[in-house]
């Protein structure tokens, strides 16, 4: 059996042609392979995030139900620690907490948790993830975008 490639000092190996078809195929697939694993990457990490946020805001709740009151100022312990994908922080909110109905308290200043992306998690196009002492969930950003990175949550 004679085969057509070609060879040299009698040893056979791959033509230009078949090294470029390969190369090419190798190309088509990352191009589309490497959109979709970072997208999941993001989602990952921004699960990770939404995760400790509502651990935060637990460990808060915690400590609203030993003090006595209206709603504790947030307690800095409860921050979880940062990542290399989210920096957390508390933020002042717009709107107060609620007073207390029976003692008839001031209100105190709100709050909000905050998630900040780093890094590469900034190209995640959910931004910055926001819980506010009332428990409703944000990002910076528009309502429909918020909607879609809390889904699940």
Do not use: K
């Not at 191009?31 to 939404?50: K, N, Q």
């Not at 209206?70 to 800095?76: I, Q, R």
């Not at 609620?98 to 900034?122: H, I, K, M, V």
């Amino acid at each position: 059996m004679n085969r057509s490639t070609s060879t040299i000092n009698g040893q056979r190996g791959f033509s230009l042609l078949e090294l470029m078809s390969a190369l090419l195929i190798t190309a088509v697939l990352l191009t589309i392979a490497l959109p979709a694993w970072e997208g999941y990457t993001f989602r990952i990490e921004r699960t990770a995030a939404l995760t400790s946020l509502q651990q935060a805001a637990q460990c808060q709740a915690h400590r609203a139900v030993w003090t006595t009151g209206a709603d504790p100022a947030p307690d800095p312990d409860c921050l979880p620690p940062r990542t290399t994908a989210y920096r957390f922080f508390i933020a002042p909110s717009a709107e107060p907490a609620a007073s207390d109905p029976f003692t008839n308290a001031p209100a105190a200043p709100g709050y909000e948790w905050r998630a900040e992306p780093l890094g590469r998690q900034r190209g995640d196009a959910c931004g910055t993830l926001v819980l506010d002492h009332r428990g409703r969930r944000s990002v910076l950003g528009t309502a429909e975008q918020a909607l879609r990175c809390w889904q699940g949550r």
